[in-house]
T-cell receptor, first 114, second 106 residues
């Protein structure tokens, strides 16, 4: 089955620690996205990538980093500079990265701070 | 800064009624509009998209777009308890509203 796989489902971060969230897709989609969702809130864009080895900052990129070394993978690192990382993180993809395309979402990662 | 505004709700409707969800957007040049449904603790799923002024119908769902007034709405006819969820309005994949929580009362 084609789809987007996020792992882990739950992740705990200690103070000062960097953690990496995994996102893999086998849809052969060009574009991938990372969103953050806080309780009762909508999705806020962290980073997106329309092509391998290239990515753009979204509205809330500070304290996060990404890489896009392979078409199917778009990992997100939450760095120690992100002081309030507790949130639900969603990865998504779209076929060509055009603005009129729908998104396909992974099942999400809930990140909490210990 | 492009913005999308939604009433956070909760919007409560009785079973069988029409639920009306509204969304306004700030960028007059926006061309693509999406409605996603999100159940608690789950990821969003697309239920409707619309690009042209007017109405677009798909089963019990109707999306309405008025570019002159910069609003897009979603109507759900014959609402069912299974429709209880948060509905997110998106203008392109890059900008989402905060979502409206819908509760359908049996």
């Amino acid at each position: 089955d084609g789809g987007i796989t996020q792992s882990p489902k739950y992740l705990f971060r200690k103070e000062g620690q960097n953690v990496t969230l995994s996102c893999e897709q086998n849809l052969n989609h060009d574009a991938m996205y990372w969103y953050r969702q806080d309780p009762g809130q909508g999705l806020r864009l962290i980073y997106y990538s329309q092509i391998v080895n290239d990515f753009q900052k979204g509205d809330i990129a500070e304290g996060y980093s990404v890489s896009r070394e392979k078409k199917e993978s778009f990992p997100l690192t939450v760095t120690s500079a992100q002081k309030n990382p507790t949130a639900f993180y969603l990865c998504a993809s779209s076929r060509y990265g055009q603005l009129n395309e729908k998104l396909f979402f992974g099942s999400g990662t809930q990140l909490s701070v210990l | 800064q492009k913005e999308v505004e939604q009433n956070s709700g909760p919007l409560s409707v009785p079973e069988g009624a029409i639920a009306s969800l509204n969304c306004t957007y700030s960028d007059r040049g926006s061309q693509s509009f999406f409605w996603y449904r999100q159940y608690s603790g789950k990821s969003p799923e697309l239920i409707m998209f619309i690009y042209s002024n007017g109405d677009k119908e798909d089963g019990r769902f109707t999306a309405q777009l008025n570019k002159a007034s910069q609003y897009v709405s979603l109507l759900i006819r014959d609402s069912q308890p299974s429709d209880s969820a948060t509905y997110l309005c998106a203008v392109t994949p890059l900008v989402f509203g905060k979502g409206t929580r819908l509760s359908v009362i049996a």
